[in-house]
């Protein structure tokens, strides 16, 4: 959950390394790949608040 305490809306943008041994999905807004990282622009509305969910999941070692 991100809060906004301002009396106007705000954009709060979340980013995220990709990493090999994890896979995310499921992101409840819209994201966008930016140099190797996954980001998540989102504005929350004055005096507001936005909930994002996603999953996450390890892979399995390819090696085990």
């Given amino acids: 959950t991100v809060s906004n305490a301002n ?3 705000i954009t709060f943008e979340a980013e995220f ?14 994201t966008k790949n930016v140099d190797g990282k996954i980001r998540w622009p989102v504005t ?5 608040r936005a909930v994002l969910t996603y999953r996450s ?4 070692d390819p090696d085990a």
């Avoid at 390394?17 to 819209?30: A, I, M, V, W, Y």
């Fill in 7 to 9: 009396d106007r809306p």
């Fill in 44 to 48: 929350i509305p004055a005096n507001g």
């Fill in 57 to 60: 999941r390890t892979l399995p």
């Fill in 17 to 30: 390394l990709l990493d090999p041994e994890q896979t995310l999905s499921g992101f409840s807004k819209r």
